[in-house]
């Protein structure tokens, strides 16, 4: 005989054991599911805490730069406001010393054969004067050169210089279009615009240009020296070149500081555009070369910058007194005949630096 346990009924206390045992386990489940989700919303709220304080530490970061840029914002106005007066001040001593210069052409008699008036007005002293003294050509050293056609820069290339400049070029290009120019240069920069100015003018006159750099010749100084006629650029033993990114210098900036229209913006790139390719059109040289020497400020001395063909020769020899130098001996006006000759015929003889 066979029993059949399936038939015993289940004792009552094992059947709550169980359901106590599965609410503790569910409980546990809770319990640590809770646990589980809080630990969560702390390590979110640590994670918001972190993030807030690094967007407060970036915001403290930020507020500290555009006050350091503000700063040197300030500070740069401030220098440029210093440059522009002490531009100013230059600019201002500088005219009154030309105005002080600027010689007189009544009162030296350049256009008088006759002592210059204000010397011995009366009868008397007029009469005191010998022949030859009387036709003695009073000529200042500044006529001479300049009808000599020798021209200087010897000072920034701003707005009076180069208009002046460009005014001789043009004028003595008329007057005679074969006969050449020396011009002498020890520029050490100067407004981008002027630069550019000067250079175009001496691609326009017909004459031959030779530039002759002495000292230090630095930004568009060393541009309008490279710019003379090829085979007539030279610069003496002791001089130097520095050549540059083209900026804009002091004059430039106060009248270029309210930029506002893309038109403007455009027309300064443009022009840097044109210095780099001048330069690598004029010397011949590759792209690359020039423009790792326009990074940054690049000193060359003679022989480098002969190598990559800023100049062609190094040395001023052959200027004697027999080149362009002639002028106004004996008479008022330079075209007027002297032995049988017209004095612009005796300029014809023209002399060049050894190439």
Same mark, same amino acid.
């Given at each position: 005989?066979?029993?059949?346990?399936?038939?015993?009924?289940?004792?009552?206390?094992?059947?709550?054991?169980?359901?106590?045992?599965?609410?503790?386990?569910?409980?546990?489940?809770?319990?640590?599911?809770?646990?589980?989700?809080?630990?969560?919303?702390?390590?979110?709220?640590?994670?918001?805490?972190?993030? %807030?304080?690094?967007?407060?530490?970036?915001?403290?970061?930020?507020?500290?730069?555009?006050? %350091?840029?503000?700063?040197?914002?300030?500070?740069?106005?401030?220098?440029?406001?210093?440059?522009?007066?002490?531009?100013?001040?230059?600019?201002?001593?500088?005219?009154?010393?030309?105005?002080?210069?600027?010689?007189?052409?009544?009162?030296?008699?350049?256009?008088?054969?006759?002592?210059?008036?204000?010397?011995?007005?009366?009868?008397?002293?007029?009469?005191?004067?010998?022949?030859?003294?009387?036709?003695?050509?009073?000529? %200042?050293?500044?006529?001479?050169?300049?009808?000599?056609?020798?021209?200087?820069?010897?000072?920034?290339?701003?707005?009076?210089?180069?208009?002046?400049?460009?005014?001789?070029?043009?004028?003595?290009?008329?007057? !005679?279009?074969?006969?050449?120019?020396?011009?002498?240069?020890?520029?050490?920069?100067?407004?981008?615009?002027?630069?550019?100015?000067?250079?175009?003018?001496?691609?326009?006159?017909?004459?031959?240009?030779?530039?002759?750099?002495?000292?230090?010749?630095?930004?568009?100084?060393?541009?309008?020296?490279?710019?003379?006629?090829?085979?007539?650029?030279?610069?003496?033993?002791?001089?130097?070149?520095?050549?540059?990114?083209?900026?804009?210098?002091?004059?430039? $900036? $106060?009248?270029?500081?309210?930029?506002?229209?893309?038109? !403007?913006?455009?027309?300064?790139?443009?022009?840097?555009?044109?210095?780099?390719?001048?330069?690598?059109?004029?010397?011949?040289?590759?792209?690359?070369?020039?423009?790792?020497?326009?990074?940054?400020?690049?000193?060359?001395?003679?022989?480098?910058?002969?190598?990559?063909?800023?100049?062609?020769?190094?040395?001023?020899?052959?200027?004697?007194?027999?080149?362009?130098?002639?002028?106004?001996?004996?008479?008022? !006006?330079?075209?007027?005949?002297?032995?049988?000759?017209?004095?612009?015929?005796?300029?014809?003889?023209?002399?060049?630096?050894?190439?």
């Amino acid at each position: 005989m066979s029993l059949n346990l399936g038939n015993i009924p289940k004792v009552p206390y094992e059947q709550g054991a169980k359901k106590q045992k599965k609410e503790e386990k569910e409980k546990d489940q809770e319990n640590q599911e809770n646990q589980e989700n809080q630990e969560e919303q702390e390590e979110e709220e640590e994670e918001e805490e972190e993030e %807030e304080e690094e967007e407060e530490e970036e915001e403290e970061e930020e507020e500290e730069e555009e006050e %350091e840029e503000e700063e040197e914002e300030e500070e740069a106005k401030k220098e440029e406001e210093q440059e522009e007066e002490e531009y100013d001040e230059k600019e201002q001593e500088e005219q009154e010393q030309e105005q002080q210069e600027q010689p007189s052409y009544e009162a030296h008699g350049f256009f008088s054969r006759d002592a210059p008036q204000g010397q011995g007005s009366s009868s008397e002293e007029k009469s005191s004067y010998s022949e030859a003294e009387k036709q003695t050509n009073w000529v %200042e050293l500044y006529y001479r050169l300049f009808f000599g056609r020798y021209i200087f820069l010897g000072r920034p290339l701003e707005k009076q210089p180069a208009d002046q400049i460009m005014k001789s070029m043009i004028y003595l290009n008329q007057e !005679d279009k074969t006969k050449g120019f020396f011009f002498f240069l020890s520029c050490r920069g100067g407004g981008m615009i002027q630069g550019i100015a000067v250079y175009d003018v001496m691609q326009f006159v017909t004459a031959d240009i030779s530039t002759i750099g002495y000292g230090l010749n630095a930004s568009m100084g060393a541009f309008v020296l490279h710019g003379g006629t090829v085979s007539k650029r030279a610069v003496s033993e002791n001089a130097r070149v520095m050549i540059h990114q083209p900026r804009m210098s002091p004059y430039d $900036r $106060r009248h270029y500081s309210g930029i506002e229209s893309s038109s !403007d913006v455009a027309n300064m790139n443009r022009l840097r555009t044109y210095v780099l390719e001048t330069y690598i059109r004029r010397t011949g040289e590759d792209h690359e070369l020039i423009e790792y020497l326009l990074e940054r400020d690049i000193y060359l001395q003679p022989e480098e910058a002969k190598k990559v063909n800023l100049i062609d020769d190094i040395t001023v020899e052959g200027l004697d007194d027999s080149t362009n130098l002639s002028l106004f001996y004996n008479h008022k !006006d330079y075209f007027a005949p002297i032995n049988g000759k017209h004095l612009d015929e005796s300029l014809l003889t023209t002399h060049t630096l050894p190439c």
